[in-house]
């Protein structure tokens, strides 16, 4: 008789890449305001959009962008499992990063706020930003790991399309949402704890 389908072992990953808004905490960015706020069209992406307006427009979004950026980090509260899925990050001496499209002051308020550590950070004052590959694989060359030896893990769609364009494992945390947009993800989880047992059940 035909036996079903063994699932394929996982094999341990040798390095995270976090997003870190909304996927490491919980998300409270109104895209859709921001973009109303400092005049981005709707669906546009906002920085990308700035980089494109003359210096006198893009200076005034920035101090727009930056207060709602600011006001997100200093209220910003850790996703449920975040704690658990980082204590086993450092347990099994993975290595991580931190990818993030948010600036570096930010980063830093939300590291100490939540006395948070990676061995990698990289944020949009360091060149290419999501979902341009680069900065995923400066990362991995920083953590002196092969592209093909981490997996990235992110809420939103830069992160699936900076992980498709380095050819690295991404890993789309859905928030049980329905994703809308097309780029598929190499898993879905729903959230952390998934994402915690996901890890937990790979080979090493
Ligand atoms: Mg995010």
């Excluded at 909304?22 to 709707?42: C, K, N, S």
Aim: charged share 25%.
């Amino acid at each position: 008789m035909d036996q079903p389908p063994q699932r394929q072992a996982i094999k341990r990953p040798g390095a995270l890449l976090f997003d870190m808004d909304g996927t490491l905490t919980v998300p409270i960015f109104d895209f859709d305001a921001i973009r109303r706020d400092i005049g981005v069209p709707e669906k546009q992406p906002i920085l990308e959009t700035l980089a494109k307006m003359t210096p006198r427009e893009r200076a005034a979004a920035e101090v727009i962008l930056h207060r709602h950026e600011e006001r997100a980090a200093s209220q910003s509260s850790l996703n449920s499992g975040c704690d658990r899925l980082l204590e086993w990050v450092r347990s099994h001496r993975l290595k991580s990063a931190l990818i993030t499209r948010n600036r570096l002051v930010n980063v830093q308020t939300v590291l100490a706020r939540h006395d948070l550590q990676f061995d990698v950070v990289i944020s949009r004052e360091d060149g290419q930003f999501k979902p341009h590959p680069q900065p995923l694989y400066t990362a991995c060359k920083r953590l002196g790991v092969s592209h093909d030896e981490a997996w990235m893990i992110g809420d939103a769609v830069f992160d699936v399309r900076a992980g498709r364009a380095a050819g690295i494992k991404t890993v789309w945390i859905s928030h049980r949402q329905p994703r809308d947009f097309a780029e598929e993800p190499w898993r879905t989880v729903n959230d952390l704890g998934e994402l915690l047992t996901l890890l937990c059940g790979c080979v090493s």
